[in-house]
């Protein structure tokens, strides 16, 4: 590496993951020169320890349910265990396959990887490991860590997603304290793979924030796939021994498994990074920023995880791509949060976009609200595939669609339409004169949208 003196960039991102490579790629295609630094490896959770490492879990899950169900599709194969061996060679495969790829795509773009640990030490200066880097622009990118709770130590068999995703067996059982998406998703994974799993949530319903509708159907399939859960108590604590764990809710019930999954969330990492002492606004740990994304101190911007919302890899790209776009000055319109797709990949599949029927009540008032809600049964490929479900949409009376919320096996792939019809705020009898390929399941949108434009095919 050259020496320090030397280093000045037009923009110094501090972390590599989905928001702070997103930005570095945006702005060397502006022909800004840019410093990525990352203490880990690029790529950050999403690649190494979230959506990638999961999905694979995910895939090999459905592919042993497959092996399971396969008498019921005239094939004739027997489930017969999960290796993990196996498993983890395919999913470390593939994320060592993607981290490959996108070391070899920044260099190739010219962004420069800065290795180590960095801190803001002014409005244009940071730190790596002793040595000084200067910039105009700086984004700060840190990311997020998973949460525990007070008192709860992660330790040997209670253990995060991170421990979780490096297991080499398979747990005879588990309890997963956190009914949300990363919770759902390894709960899937485990009773696929054959553990007992049981949900411990405090709010009163898993995905609290999916549409009521869209929760009452995920509840009675976990129900069905023999996924217990346990909603509305409080989590007590945990008593931790060699052979196992007991944990205890505030009620007095107790679950005993193999491993406790702590899944309560994920928390910003900002600290001791010389943040604050910079002057930027921080609250309970999250980069405070205006909707442009600026801190409001000389010319830095924050991204990702570390900015309250939405802690998606796709919200980060976003956001890096707009950070990159607004410092070129290109004034690039603002990130409408409430535009963005939500997917939880669990068995069935969780898709949604825009507003629950809830929440556009509570937007519109309670008359101006129209909700329509198709029925997996009556769509072609969902039958084929050996999936129900169904697609709620949610409209502004008279007005656009402001909401689609859908679960079934896969329907996370319908996510890409759905988002268009609320971001493009398309009307009903718009979607319904679009022709969607029979038979697939995308189908199933263009006939949820015909029942709802008042014209209901195989309603
Ligand atoms: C189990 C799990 C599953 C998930 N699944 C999905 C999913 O399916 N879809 C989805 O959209 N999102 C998913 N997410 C969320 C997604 O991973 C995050 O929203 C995304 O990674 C956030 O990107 P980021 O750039 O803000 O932070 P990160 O990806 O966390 O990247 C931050 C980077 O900064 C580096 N860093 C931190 N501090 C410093 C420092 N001082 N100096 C240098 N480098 C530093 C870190 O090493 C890290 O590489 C999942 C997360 C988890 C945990």
Known sequence: MADSAAQEFDILVLGGGSGGYAAALRGVQFGMSVGLIEKGKVGGTCLHNGCIPTKALLHTAEIADGARESEKYGVRANFESIDMDGVNKYKDGIVAGKHKGLQGLLKSKGVTVIEGAGKLVDQQTVDVDGTQYKSKNIILATGSYSKSLPGLEIKDRVITSDEALKLDYVPKS??????????CEFASVWKSFGADVTIVEALPSLVPNEDATIIKNLERSFRKRGINFSTGVRFDSVDQRSDGITAKLEDGKTFDADLLLVAVGRGPVTDG???EEAGVTMDRGFVITNERLHTGVGNIYAVGDIVPGLQLAHRGFQQGVFVA????????AVIDESGIPRVTYCEPEIASVGLTEAGAKEKFGEDSVQVQEYNLAGNGKSSIIGT???IKLVQEKDG???GVHM???????QVGEAQLIVNWEAFPEEVAQLIHAHPTQNEALGEAHLALAGKPLHG
């Open 388 to 390: 129900g479900g169904l």
């Open 325 to 332: 776009e607004e410092i070129a000055g290109h004034n690039p």
């Open 273 to 275: 990074l010389g943040y």
């Open 407 to 413: 679960i079934g096996s896969r329907m996370g792939e």
């Open 400 to 402: 656009p669609v402001v």
């Open 174 to 183: 588990v309890v997963v304290l956190g009914g949300g998406v990363i919770g």
